[in-house]
C-alpha cells in the first residue's frame, strides 16, 4: 500500500519535519493561507499514485508512525478526529467571528448547514473516484464561502468520513503527536 504522508508550508513559517513530503504552496493566491490550502484539500492532484493520503499540519510532530493512522480508522474513505469543542457549524461559525477569522459574508455562506465538526489538522483519505470527487466539492465550498476547513469539510468529505476522539481528549499533546508552536 502506497501512503503519502504530507505538508504544506510556506517559507519560515514552521520546522520541516523528516516524516512527510512537503508540497510547495501555490501562487495562484494573494493569501498564503489559501495557498497552502490548495494541495492540503486536492490531495489526489498531488499524489495521484497513493493508495492513502495522511496531511498533517506542519506543526504537527508524530510521536508513532503516522501511517498506522489508516489502521487505527480502519481503512476509511476519510478519516479524522471530532472536534473536542463545538460539534455544529454554526458553533464555529461564531467562533470564527469572535476570534475575527474571516468577514461575516464569507462565514454566512455556511450558516445552518448540516454536519458534524472536525479536527482537520490531521486528515487520512483513500484515493478513490468518489473521495476525489468530495475534495473537490470541498474546495468549491472553500472558495465560495470561507476558508476555514471546519465549515465546508462536515458536508463534503464529512459525509463519508469515520470519525474517532482525539487522543486523551487533546488536539496539542497526547500519545500520538505534540503540536510546535508556529514560528510566526
Known amino acids: 500500500m502506497k501512503v503519502n504522508v504530507y505538508s504544506c508550508v ?4 514552521d520546522y520541516l519535519q523528516s ?18 490550502k490548495l494541495p492540503k484539500v486536492l490531495a489526489h492532484k498531488y499524489f495521484g499514485s497513493a493508495d492513502y493520503t495522511i496531511w498533517a499540519d506542519s506543526n504537527l510532530v508524530f510521536k508513532i ?13 476519510v478519516g479524522v478526529f471530532s472536534h473536542n469543542k ?4 454554526d458553533q464555529e ?24 465538526l472536525a479536527c482537520c489538522f490531521l486528515l487520512i483519505r483513500r484515493n478513490c473516484d468518489s473521495v476525489n470527487a468530495l475534495n473537490e ?4 465550498e472553500i472558495c465560495a464561502g470561507s476558508s476555514r476547513d471546519q465549515l465546508s469539510f462536515p458536508y463534503t468529505l464529512g459525509k463519508v468520513a469515520t470519525y474517532r476522539e ?15 508552536p508556529h514560528l510566526r
Not at 463545538?86 to 457549524?89: A, L, N
Not at 482525539?166 to 510546535?180: C, F, G, H, I, Q
Request: with cysteine.
Open 10 to 13: 510556506s517559507e519560515g513559517y
Open 19 to 36: 516524516d512527510r513530503d512537503y508540497v510547495k504552496p501555490s501562487d495562484l493566491f494573494a493569501s498564503d493561507r489559501m495557498n497552502a
Open 65 to 77: 508512525d503516522p501511517r498506522s493512522l489508516i489502521e487505527f480508522f480502519d481503512f476509511p474513505l
Open 86 to 89: 463545538r460539534s455544529t457549524i
Open 93 to 116: 461559525i461564531h467562533a470564527c467571528r469572535e476570534k475575527q477569522l474571516d468577514s461575516d459574508s464569507r462565514l454566512n455562506y455556511h450558516a445552518g448547514k448540516p454536519g458534524r
Open 137 to 140: 466539492s470541498w474546495w468549491s
Open 166 to 180: 482525539l487522543p486523551d481528549n487533546s488536539y496539542s499533546e497526547n500519545a500520538m503527536w505534540t503540536r510546535k
